[in-house]
Structure formats: structure tokens, C-alpha cells
């Protein structure tokens, strides 16, 4: 792992090792990523233009999902599931206050439940050593700083069109994408719905959604959405260069989870109904915490070997 970033995980998820009761597995690259998904094409020749004098370079068209992003998704506030540790135990503490909460057993009605998730994003790649493709997107994110992911309203600052696509007619047209995300299509004309996972907004951590494991896909959805929209990632998916895309294109992401086990990868929004039996026991997982998750996120990669820089 890349030492600067090692450094701010830690710095985060540091807490007295008296006040730890949340554990698991630290992220293990060999056996934690869903390596045959990379899909590792060469799709033939490629001329991309260039500053003058040169105008223009020849090279190699690549095409790959390269697993670039990690997402805890969390009940508990300053718990890492990528490291195993973080979190405190003692009631009334930031941490308690600041944790992910189901409120289903006390909703009035369906309409009512909710579930928050507390998440953390490290961006760095894990396909540097190959020499072919490279981005400079690095770095991490930690929403229990992020005043905007505590609050609905606070999330609306950074995405002003939310107000076009909060009412019913444009929700019910999630259905749509949530159909073609679960036969592996989503609609990237639709930037606002996350398939079976709902809406993309608001960008918080609050989810309409009692399913913990649906929840915890939005969640780490919404987090991809907003690292976006701030500029932190860049879309490796254009040939000639990476891209900032303030509006995400969906299609361009796949992931799956590596906490509380790990399974099979799909795109964005799949409906939880498809992996989630047995991810998520009473307790403890197989590889860590229940309720705590990590997802493994793969972004498209379709370059041209003279523009890797």
C-alpha cells in the first residue's frame, strides 16, 4: 500500500485500544479482490492528440477494470472495516453519536425506514506495477469530517439539481434502471438512481432503505457520486486521458464486498437479493464485524499507452 495513504488511515482510524469491541480481517489484496474481473483486453491501435510540436503520439489501445477504490461503509463511527480496527464503545462518546443506526424497529410506516451509514473512501490503485495506464487520483475520505453527510440539507450544496429529481415521477423512473442494472446495464442517462440501491440523492448517509446490506451499496454508491462531484476521482475511461466527471457515469464502476465476507462482483445498485445470503450474520462474518463493510470498487480503464502520463 502506498505509504502516504497508509499514514492518513491510520491517522483516522486511530483510537485507544481500550475503547476497540469492533474487529476484523485488514485488507488483504491477494485474497480480497475478485481478481478475474479484471477482463484485460488489447483492443488494437490508438492516436491521440498532443501539444504542439508534436501534434500527435501513436500507441496501444488497453482496455481493464482496475480495482482502484476501497469503501468502508459503517454503524460504527470511526470504525475501518479496510483495517480492522477504529471505534469506541463507551456510550455518550463522538463515536456513539456520530454511529450508523437502522431505525426499522421504531418506524411508523415502510415510508419511514431508514438506515445511516457512516463511510470512508482510499483511492489508490492496485495495477500501478503494470506500467501501462496510470492516473493520479489519490487519497481518502472520511465522512465523520464531512458536515454534509450528516445532514440531508447540508448535502444539497454541492448537488443544487437535487431539487429536479425529488418527486415521485422521477423516482419511479429508478425502476427502470434498477431492471437493466440487475441484467448488467445500468442507465448512465440517469444519473440520479443507483439500480435496486434507490436514489442518489441526497448525498449522505441517510438511506430510505431498512435492507442493511441494500443500505450499505447506496451508501458506498453515494460516496463514489460525491468523490466525483468534488473532483477527487478522475474517469479513466476515455482513451486519450482521464476525465473529471462532476456527473458520474455508472457503467464505468463495478464492485463488490470484502467485509463482512467477500462475494462476487456487480455493477453499482444490484439488488442485494443476489449476494447477500450469509454476508451479513449476527456478529461476526467471516472476515469481520457485522454491519461493518468493505466494498471493492473497480473502475473502467480504457487508455492509450502514449498518454499514460
Request: overall charge negative; aromatic content about 10%.
Given at each position: 500500500m502506498n505509504?502516504?495513504?497508509?499514514?492518513?488511515?491510520?491517522?483516522?482510524?486511530?483510537?485507544?485500544?481500550?475503547?476497540?469491541?469492533?474487529?476484523?480481517?485488514?485488507?488483504?489484496?491477494?485474497?480480497?479482490?475478485?481478481?478475474?474481473?479484471?477482463?484485460?483486453?488489447?483492443?488494437?491501435i490508438c492516436i491521440c492528440p498532443r501539444p504542439p510540436p508534436v501534434f500527435y503520439e501513436e500507441g496501444e489501445i488497453y482496455e481493464y477494470w482496475d480495482p482502484s477504490i476501497f469503501i468502508d461503509t459503517v454503524s460504527m463511527a470511526n470504525y475501518?472495516?479496510?483495517?480492522?480496527?477504529?471505534?469506541?464503545?463507551?456510550?455518550?462518546?463522538?463515536?456513539?453519536?456520530?454511529?450508523?443506526?437502522?431505525?426499522?424497529?421504531?418506524?411508523?410506516?415502510?415510508?419511514?425506514?431508514?438506515?445511516?451509514f457512516q463511510a470512508h473512501a482510499f483511492i489508490y490503485s492496485l495495477m500501478t506495477d503494470m506500467d501501462l495506464c496510470k492516473n493520479d487520483d489519490m487519497g481518502a475520505w472520511w465522512t465523520e469530517y464531512d458536515s454534509m453527510w450528516q445532514s440531508d440539507e447540508?448535502?444539497?450544496?454541492?448537488?443544487?439539481?437535487?431539487?429536479?429529481?425529488?418527486?415521485?415521477?422521477?423516482?419511479?423512473?429508478?425502476?427502470?434502471?434498477?431492471?437493466?442494472?440487475?441484467?448488467?446495464?445500468?442507465?448512465?442517462?440517469?444519473?440520479?438512481?443507483?439500480?435496486?440501491?434507490?436514489?442518489?440523492?441526497?448525498?449522505?448517509?441517510?438511506?430510505?432503505?431498512?435492507?442493511?446490506v441494500q443500505a450499505s451499496n447506496t451508501a458506498a454508491s453515494r460516496l463514489i457520486f460525491k468523490l466525483n462531484r468534488l473532483f477527487m476521482l478522475c474517469d479513466p475511461a476515455p482513451i486519450c486521458g482521464c476525465e473529471y466527471t462532476p456527473v458520474w457515469t455508472k457503467s464505468h464502476y463495478k464492485m463488490h464486498t470484502a467485509r463482512p465476507d467477500l462475494r462476487a462482483t456487480y455493477p453499482l445498485g444490484k439488488a442485494a437479493k443476489f449476494y447477500d445470503s450469509g454476508l451479513n450474520p449476527p456478529y461476526m462474518g467471516v472476515k469481520?464485524?457485522?454491519?461493518?463493510?468493505?466494498?471493492?470498487?473497480?473502475?473502467?480503464?480504457?487508455?492509450?499507452t502514449c498518454c499514460e502520463e
Open positions: 505509504k502516504y495513504l497508509l499514514a492518513l488511515v491510520l491517522l483516522f482510524a486511530a483510537t485507544p485500544a481500550f475503547a476497540l469491541f469492533k474487529s476484523g480481517d485488514s485488507f488483504n489484496e491477494a485474497s480480497d479482490v475478485n481478481w478475474g474481473d479484471i477482463e484485460f483486453k488489447f483492443l488494437g475501518s472495516a479496510f483495517t480492522g480496527s477504529g471505534g469506541e464503545e463507551n456510550t455518550g462518546g463522538i463515536d456513539d453519536i456520530l454511529g450508523g443506526k437502522n431505525k426499522s424497529s421504531d418506524a411508523v410506516s415502510i415510508a419511514d425506514e431508514s438506515t445511516f447540508l448535502a444539497a450544496t454541492i448537488t443544487p439539481e437535487v431539487g429536479l429529481f425529488a418527486n415521485k415521477e422521477m423516482q419511479l423512473l429508478c425502476m427502470t434502471d434498477a431492471l437493466a442494472v440487475n441484467v448488467g446495464f445500468p442507465i448512465d442517462a440517469m444519473p440520479w438512481c443507483i439500480g435496486s440501491s434507490g436514489s442518489t440523492y441526497p448525498v449522505s448517509g441517510h438511506v430510505d432503505n431498512d435492507n442493511i469481520g464485524s457485522n454491519d461493518e463493510f468493505l466494498w471493492v470498487v473497480f473502475r473502467k480503464v480504457l487508455c492509450c
